[in-house]
């Protein structure tokens, strides 16, 4: 994963704390804020994604893809690294 890599993983865990804080009721303005700006950090937006250079490829061939499958869970391909 790219995340580690880099050595964000505890930057994931706190945006995942900062996202939860701003779904609730009272959050307030700078909560979301807070929660945008560090997405953004993370490569979690377009714009993001594009600061660390990353681009989503699609290396599944649609020849791979069965479409007889009966759920979705069977049609997951298993990405290790």
Same mark, same amino acid.
């Given at each position: 994963? !790219?995340?580690?890599?880099?050595?964000?993983?505890? $930057?994931?865990?706190?945006?995942?704390?900062?996202?939860e804080?701003?779904?609730? !009721?009272? $959050?307030?303005? $700078?909560?979301?804020?807070?929660?945008?700006?560090?997405g &953004? &950090?993370?490569?979690?937006?377009?714009?993001?994604? $594009?600061?660390?250079?990353?681009?989503?490829?699609?290396?599944?061939?649609?020849? !791979?893809?069965?479409?007889?499958?009966?759920?979705?869970?069977?049609?997951?391909?298993?990405?290790?690294?």
């Amino acid at each position: 994963m !790219e995340w580690q890599r880099l050595q964000l993983g505890t $930057a994931v865990g706190l945006y995942v704390l900062a996202l939860e804080r701003s779904l609730d !009721e009272g $959050a307030s303005a $700078a909560d979301r804020t807070v929660v945008l700006r560090m997405g &953004e &950090e993370l490569g979690l937006s377009s714009s993001g994604m $594009a600061r660390h250079r990353w681009v989503i490829v699609d290396d599944v061939q649609p020849s !791979e893809v069965s479409r007889s499958s009966s759920s979705a869970h069977s049609r997951l391909k298993l990405v290790s690294g």
